[in-house]
């Protein structure tokens, strides 16, 4: 189920409890009910998102995801780097064709390790 972790983190349950998420959902879509039935829609949401890939997680991820686009650039277009690794700029689609099959290669991988782990 979306609103229950696991071991006993209940996750979005915690905060939220279930009579209000039924009422969430079934709220007629008046104007001031409106706007609290998004809001409260929007935590559950943002909750579920945070249960899936935790905060430190992401800043991990990009992190590392800047170092190794900031190394690739510099042997790429810094020429004494370029020299000592005996490469030749590329151009742009070039470049970008090889971002997205690494992009793509490491992404399924970690959403593989996310859903073996859980």
Avoid at 15 to 33: D, F, G, I, T
Avoid at 63 to 84: E, H, N, Q, R
Avoid at 103 to 110: I, N, P, Q, Y
Wanted: hydrophobic content about 55%.
């Amino acid at each position: 189920h979306l609103l229950c972790g696991r071991r006993g983190d209940h996750g979005a349950a915690d905060r939220l409890s279930r009579p209000e998420v039924r009422a969430a959902a079934h709220a007629p879509v008046a104007e001031n009910r409106g706007h609290h039935r998004a809001e409260l829609l929007q935590r559950v949401l943002a909750d579920a998102v945070e249960e899936l890939l935790p905060r430190h997680m992401l800043v991990d991820f990009l992190g590392l995801l800047a170092i190794s686009a900031a190394l690739l650039l510099a042997i790429l277009y810094v020429p004494f780097l370029t020299s000592l690794f005996r490469m030749s700029p590329i151009s742009a689609i070039d470049l970008g064709c090889c971002v997205l099959a690494g992009f793509l290669s490491v992404a399924w991988f970690e959403v593989w390790k996310m859903l073996r782990d859980k």
